[in-house]
């Protein structure tokens, strides 16, 4: 009696102050303050009535004060939305097992029909205080300008070198993302410019999808940066040194440049960080952004991840603001190096991935090569400087993921063909877009020397591009390796 007294007046009262952890199959869980006073009151009725009626029959339930009090569980949580969860009674099933252990034999134990455990709301509310942090946040972010991030409301231009099929999408999320922004692309071709001025459509890399009114071309870089507060920089790699050093005299120093290109300079072996520091100068405000994002999907506004990374916080921070919206999630990091390398070497990965499916290897193979593959990018990676939980991040493992298992990868592409024994000189000669992954493993070999890290897939797709062994070699290389341990 004076344990029931206990709970009714003074654990029923505390129970908004404590938030109650889950507990184990068989307890019954209480859901708020005024359901523990009702219960409490229940709990009572229920001791006195078997008291005096089935206090006899052992497969009842009955109440006993010990194993109440052995069901209770402090959580630590401070939530107001965890505040929900307190365990009250426990059945004759768990009190029985820890009463008659002694016992040689026990009863059936039977649950009476009333008696059934609530449904958890926990997922429910954990989802909606997610909901609510996100919507929260949003706001402070929005700063009350109609969801508008500030640094998207303090744009009004936004240049991009290069109007690949990249550069084209990540054009098209800018123009979408702020109906006011100016966006132009720098191109080459006059003709093309044209289709995109006038028809609202890449019609070399993107013909199915049309532009945002506000996105614009033109041939000359001059008029193009003029006034822009960014610029994004699609370019491929091999020929972005010609870009930058020709163009240098119309890029201010301190115009911040986003980077969209992946891979290596076959000449020097450089990332384009260092390559961007060598042409403009190292005090030139830049970011890296890469991750798993097909053009063709971001044009479709399906579901997308990138990581923007930059040595500067705020920076990477406003590549978050600009390119964010529904469809186009933007991580940050501070890991550029590590970013960069992951990109960089993915694509040559790829071509591997490529070469299993056009051998016919099976699923098996494929698994095994992108699975060494990853492991012999990681151990690059951090030789050279980068954290390694950059490479299971987007840029990394999500990249890999991407390049290595779907059909739109152009990398994959060529290392299909080279699988089924097309020569790749063929293979370049009939693709109009860059696959990065074949000069770039040209450098892979340069850094397994300078680093003094094995990497025996990565360098066979160099062998097999360089046109020294054939696909079918390099697999039974690889395959008759010494057996070594995981690391």
């Keep these: ?72 569980r402090i959580s630590s949580s401070s939530s107001s939305a965890s505040r929900t969860t307190t365990t009250v009674l426990t059945s004759t099933e768990e009190h029985s097992t820890s009463s008659s252990s002694s016992s040689s034999s026990s009863s059936p134990r039977t649950r009476t029909n009333n008696a059934s455990p609530p449904t958890t709301t926990t997922e429910v509310a954990e989802w909606r205080k997610l909901v609510r942090w996100s919507k929260i946040k949003r706001r402070r972010e929005g700063g009350g300008n109609g969801g508008m991030s500030d640094a998207l409301r303090r744009t009004s231009k936004v ?22 922004l100016q966006v132009v692309l720098v191109l080459r071709d006059e003709a093309l410019c044209k289709d995109i001025n006038e028809k609202r459509i890449n ?15 033109t041939t000359d870089i001059e008029a193009a940066v003029e006034g822009a507060q960014y610029a994004v920089h699609a370019v491929p790699v091999q020929a972005s040194r010609a870009f930058f050093t020709k163009n240098k005299a119309h890029i201010a120093p301190t115009l911040p440049i986003i980077c969209l290109s992946k891979g290596l300079e076959v000449s020097s072996g ?41 040595t500067d916080v705020a920076l990477a921070k406003t590549c978050q603001q600009l390119f964010a919206c529904p469809y186009l999630r933007v991580n940050q990091s501070n890991d550029v190096l590590g970013v960069e390398i992951a990109g960089a070497l993915k694509n040559v990965l790829a071509i591997a991935a490529g070469i299993v499916d056009g051998m016919e290897l099976g699923h098996n193979a494929m698994a095994g090569i992108v699975q ?39 990398n ?31 450098s892979v070999l340069a850094l397994a020397q300078e680093y003094r890290v094995s990497l025996p897939v990565l360098t066979a797709v160099a062998t097999v591009v360089a046109g020294k062994i054939s696909p079918r070699e390099a697999v039974y290389e690889i395959m008759m390796l010494p057996q070594i341990a995981e690391r």
């Excluded at 005090?283 to 997308?304: D, H, N, R, Y």
């Excluded at 990681?378 to 890999?400: H, K, N, Q, S, Y």
């Design 372 to 410: 060494q593959g990853c492991s012999e990018i990681r151990w690059l990676a951090t030789a050279m400087g980068a954290e390694p939980t950059t490479i299971f991040g987007l840029a990394g493992v999500g990249d890999i993921m991407l390049t290595c298992f779907v059909n739109l990868s152009r």
């Design 159 to 180: 240049v991009v070198f290069g109007g690949g099929s990249f550069g084209t999408a990540m054009a098209s999320v800018l123009g979408q993302n702020k109906a006011s």
């Design 270 to 310: 450089l990332t384009m960080a260092d390559l961007i520091a060598e042409c403009l100068g190292e005090q030139q405000p830049l970011a890296i952004m890469s991750g798993p994002s097909f053009a063709v999907e971001v044009m479709q506004q399906k579901p997308t991840s990138v990581v923007a990374a930059s």
């Design 203 to 217: 019609s070399r890399y993107l013909p199915d999808y049309e532009l945002p009114p506000n996105v614009s071309a």
């Design 1 to 72: 009696e004076i344990s029931l007294f206990f709970v009714f007046f003074v654990m029923a009262p505390c129970s908004s102050i404590f938030s109650w952890r889950r507990p184990t199959p068989g307890v019954y869980v209480l859901r708020s303050k005024s359901t523990l006073l009702r219960r409490s009151y229940n709990l009572v009725c229920l001791h006195h009535h078997h008291h005096h009626h089935n206090h006899h029959n052992p497969n009842q339930i009955s109440f006993h004060p010990s194993s109440f009090f052995r069901s209770f």
């Design 412 to 442: 994959r592409t060529v290392g299909v063909r080279l699988g089924k024994g097309e020569k790749l000189e063929d293979i370049l000669a009939s693709s109009s877009q860059v696959a990065e992954g074949v000069a770039t493993a040209s």
